[in-house]
Nanobody, 120 residues
Framework: QVQLVESGGGLVQAGESLRLSCAASGSIFGIKTMGWYRQPPGKQRNLVARITNDGGTNYTDSVKGRFTISRDNAKNTVYLQMSSLKPEDTAVYYC??????????????WGQGTQVTVSS
């Protein structure tokens, strides 16, 4: 059984910063890609940023230069540092991790989501 727990969302003003965390626990034998997705009200969920197990990253264009994704493999945790936040960043943010089980199979696991609201 694997569980992902997110934290760090909240209500901020435009221009401020937030840091999201997502920690995995349970039966974990390795983690490949970790990522953050977001779902604005009434819209679909889309990729924000992801990081591979060798540290390679990619970002959606709208957050490049403002958001930074990082990971702590010893803690099975992925972070998203968000700076210069804009009202259009308002969404529910979800983390996803690709986790290996005892049989060597990888599965995708999602966090419960954390609300980020940016006021103008």
């Amino acid at each position: 059984q694997v569980q992902l727990v997110e934290s760090g969302g909240g209500l901020v003003q435009a221009g401020e910063s937030l840091r999201l965390s997502c920690a995995a626990s349970g039966s974990i034998f390795g983690i490949k890609t970790m990522g953050w997705y977001r779902q604005p009200p009434g819209k679909q969920r889309n990729l924000v940023a992801r990081i591979t197990n060798d540290g390679g990253t990619n970002y959606t264009d709208s957050v490049k230069g403002r958001f930074t994704i990082s990971r702590d493999n010893a803690k099975n945790t992925v972070y998203l540092q968000m700076s210069s936040l804009k009202p259009e960043d308002t969404a529910v943010y979800y983390c996803k991790q690709e986790i290996k089980d005892a049989q060597g199979w990888y599965g995708s696991y999602w966090g419960q989501g954390t609300q980020v609201t940016v006021s103008s």
